[in-house]
């Protein structure tokens, strides 16, 4: 942690400045937001203000967080960079590969016996580069990230979409692709386009049944699932200050349901008692100590209108519990009318479980308060009539709350404790009897309901509440049931009532861990050796990519011309490929086989033009490669759109993909491919995408005097002799030149480490 406290002190010690700076170019008062990207700009000081959704920028994060499915690659690309530490503050989390099936203990030991591999590939590449590795069973990513790493004012970026968690505590926290986690480890910039700003204004109180999710669940009805694209949301008023600094985190985690880049609240009162409460009682004497730059300017937040892109008020004490779903989160019904929909809707109105905890919902206090209804249940006779799941965030809670014998009272009710992990909540989750794929329901404190995730049933509706809410269903064992009104009929055959839940933010006799599942890097890890077995299929070491050959590119083979859609899922599959997310040899056996072939509308089917025959693109691709031929791909509008996934790129690159030319792309995918040393081109005329046909032979040419803004030429030789020949543009700046030039953008940081 020693670490971590002079780094803040850095950051800290460049706000003043910074943000002075900062006023003068934006020449009005600022936003929270604006001053912590400002405050972490690449180059320092401000010199201009930013265009809201216009400029692109780099920037400067102070931490990169990784969770295990996504770190192999990301980490599998760092060890190209040929760094001896990473260039921030890192961690692995070993939260997603853990399966749910019976309980903590025995899903964890099967856990780390099938991916041991993995766990031990992570933890040695950890050890060895400086990076905090959290064992399986130490929690799910964003739960540690709060209770260890998050701090008010900083900027951190993480490999997992729910990573704006960290919001609660008042920092920037973006979820991002392993590349990008790649570059900012090795020392790179890294890139945003400024977001645009929504500002939600929090007025009264929570009481009563009402809890912080209600608030996230209510602003994703009103935003819906897109709403949220491309901005940041910050929150504020003093329904803001009055929420716990944990029941803001999950407000900002759910962020990710409306498409948000993060979200994000103020330091006040309730974050310097979490961090206090959380050990943290250096942090938050430093951020006293600049507590003005570590909120919104009053002048904004008194004119909110004038400063953000959209203001939204919501009145906290007026605010109803809310039920979301099913199949989407945005589907926002308050309490009182979700009995009504659940009937009209033919929804099948038995509830079979209900599931609490996850990185979203599992602070002491959201426990405290489901187990404050279990406690009643008890002592009123009632049987809980649903199966009920407890998923702790962190061992951390865990502890705590079996210490303070919370888990007892959930056991007296049935409920299940599984691992400090994602199970059920990211399709970990072994349901019984879920292949029969009969029409069900499901609630869960969780953040995404859509079809198939947590069970793999289609027919599975699931539904997002509050924790309070779950657990109430839960014991009455039906969808129909409203805590707020209804009662139930317990074991006597009386009608009982639950009573409010009841909860404390914090524990009294303080947090308390025996083993929280940590385990701190070498000092000096220039004698570790990274664990990866040769015969391994799930985990292969990558070879640096081969540099451009200081030609034109001549007599490439078309691969396939894709046609409509094309997205990053369509290019790299995911499902069952996750599996290989850390061998990229194996996994590019799915490069494209969801694109469909204008030659034939089919997806998976294109021509191999050595044989004359059909056949799936990868094994297609892997021919030319064997005999030595590189390749090109077109593609429609708007190729690579979807996820940030790296594997997009680095597949066609692997296998021997040369150029992808393609009407336009989306922004990240482009930048990825640049990354890779591939040739990422569009046409002048998008009408010279039907030029091409499906036995052509292409040439490249310009690419000797390659520069920035210099259009490059296409030459198409058709089957019957023609030929076409055309312009085609690119956005190469001088830097991703030299990308090019060098085989990849970690070749370089890699000749650069050697110097
Ligand atoms: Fe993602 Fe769910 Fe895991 Fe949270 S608990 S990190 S939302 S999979």
Known sequence: MAFDIEMIKAVYSRYESRISAARKVVGKPLTLTEKILYAHLWDGEAGEAYGRGKSYVDFAPDRVAMQDATAQMALLQ?????RPQVAVPSTVH????????????????IANDQNKEVYDFLASVSNKYGIGFWKPGAGIIHQVVLENYAFPGGMMIGTDSHTPNAGGLGMIAIGVGGADACDVMAGLPWELKFPKLIGVKLTGKLSGWTAAKDVILKVAG????KGGTGAIVEYFGEGARSLSATGKGTICNMGA?????TSIFGYDEKSEAYLRGTERADIADLANTIKEHLTGDEAVYANPEQYFDQVIEINLSELEPHINGPFTPDLAWPISKFATAVKENGWPEKLEVGLIGSCTNSSYEDISRAASLAEQAVEKHLIAKSEYTVTPGSEQVRYTVERDGFLDIFGKIGGVVLANACGPCIGQWAR??????????IITSFNRNFAKRADGNPNTHSFVASP??????????????NPLIDTLTNEKGEQVRLDEPQGLELPIKDFA????????????GSKVQVLVSPSSDR?????????????????????IKAKGKCTTDHISMAGPWLKYRGHLDNISNNMLIGAINFANDSADTVKNQLTGEYGPVPATQRAYKAAGIDTVVIGDENYGEGSSREHAAMEPRHLGVRVILVKSFARIHETNLKKQGMLALTFQNPADYDLVQEDDVIDITGLTSFAPEKQLTVVLHHADGSENSFQVNHTYNAQQIEWFKAGGALNIIRKNQAK
């Open 78 to 82: 760092f060890m190209q960079a040929g």
């Open 94 to 109: 070993c939260d997603h590969l853990i399966q749910a099936k019976v309980g903590a203990e025995a899903d964890l030991a």
């Open 222 to 225: 009103i935003l819906t699932v």
């Open 257 to 261: 349901e409306i498409g948000a880049t």
């Open 432 to 441: 019984h009897g879920a292949e029969k794929k009969e029409k069900n329901s």
């Open 468 to 481: 309070e809410i779950v657990t109430a269903l839960a014991i009455s064992g039906s969808l129909l049931f």
């Open 513 to 524: 861990v025996e083993d929280a599942g940590y385990q701190a890097p070498a000092e000096d």
């Open 539 to 559: 985990l292969q070491l990558l070879e640096p990519f081969k540099p451009w050959e200081g030609t034109d590119l001549l007599g490439l083979k078309l691969l």
